[in-house]
């Protein structure tokens, strides 16, 4: 990589690898880098409008998308972000409901699902048909920086 970083986001998307965000010698990042492994070299792509850090990132229908975490003034952030690799653009999309730092996101059947944070027990899902967020359930308790799976059924 270009820039060292820490607490990124790692997605895969067109076969690529794309380390988004984090933070970089006390300073919080939007830059954005990709490593083609055909190539075997990384790249700066564009920039999120945002520096995140603690943020969560999901690939969904050909898109990557990168929810809340904390900007440079450590708010905690409701905005979302969609990247389009074909366009090297980034579009904002409908914010959660809440602001969510160290937050897990997963796409499922065409949803994204952000998932707890640091104040947050609770579940949103992203609906992609409707291009809005609606809350889902909530968890027994708080959960920073969940690790997030999918299991797809045989």
Request: glycine letters at 12%; one cysteine or more.
């Amino acid at each position: 990589m270009g820039t060292g970083r820490g607490s990124l986001c790692v997605s895969v998307l067109d076969g690529c690898i794309y380390a988004v965000g984090g933070k970089s010698n006390g300073s919080i990042l939007s830059t954005v880098e990709r490593l083609d492994p055909r190539v075997g070299r990384w790249e700066e792509v564009c920039p999120m409008s945002t520096p995140r850090i603690g943020h969560g990132s999901a690939v969904l229908h050909d898109a990557l998308y990168v929810v809340g975490g904390l900007n440079e003034i450590s708010d905690s952030l409701s905005s979302a972000e969609m990247y389009d690799s074909r366009a090297n653009k980034w579009t904002s999309v409908a914010n959660m409901n809440s602001g969510r730092d160290g937050v897990g996101l997963s796409a499922v059947n065409g949803k994204l699902y952000a998932i707890g944070g640091y104040r947050d027990n609770s579940v949103e899902v992203f609906d992609s048909k409707t291009y809005q967020w609606k809350h889902h359930s909530n968890m027994n308790c708080k959960r920073l920086d969940p690790g997030v799976a999918v299991l797809q059924k045989p």
